[in-house]
């Protein structure tokens, strides 16, 4: 049975950082792609980033790049998000999500598994 599991999510002021993790088990974390996407209220969930099996691709949502950094530990079977440069409108539920293919993708349907979210409110 697969699992993810986020953590690190909170209430921070606009300028501040924030880092994700997320934990996985159930499934040889290092076969696939992993990503991060995102949910605000009244929004469909969105792509922030992901990576590839092997950490050596990733890639970002235009509205985070520059400011948020995706990696991972494949010994700890852990995915991160570091998260800099933090604005209101980043305000959002943040999933964890484990792809259906090593090479990483940008599109929900490409990855299998979900976890059950983190929050993560930005004040101005």
């Known amino acids: 049975q697969v699992q993810l599991v986020e953590s690190g999510g909170g209430l921070v002021q606009a300028g501040a950082s924030l880092r994700l993790s997320c934990a996985a088990s159930?499934?040889?974390?290092?076969?696939?792609?992993m990503g991060w996407f995102r949910q605000a209220p009244g929004k469909e969930r969105e792509f922030v980033a992901a990576?590839?099996?092997?950490?050596?691709?990733?890639n970002y949502s235009d509205s985070v790049k520059g400011r948020f950094t995706i990696s991972r530990d494949n010994a700890k079977n852990t995915v991160y998000l570091q998260m800099n440069s933090l604005k209101p409108e980043d305000t959002a539920v943040y999933y964890c999500?484990?792809?259906?293919?090593?090479?990483?993708?940008?599109?929900?349907?490409?990855?299998?598994?979900w976890g059950q979210g983190t929050q993560v409110t930005v004040s101005s």
């Open positions: 999500a484990q792809g259906r293919l090593p090479r990483l993708g940008r599109s929900r349907s490409e990855y299998a598994y």
């Open positions: 159930g499934r040889t974390f290092t076969r696939w792609a």
């Open positions: 990576i590839s099996y092997s950490g050596a691709d990733t």
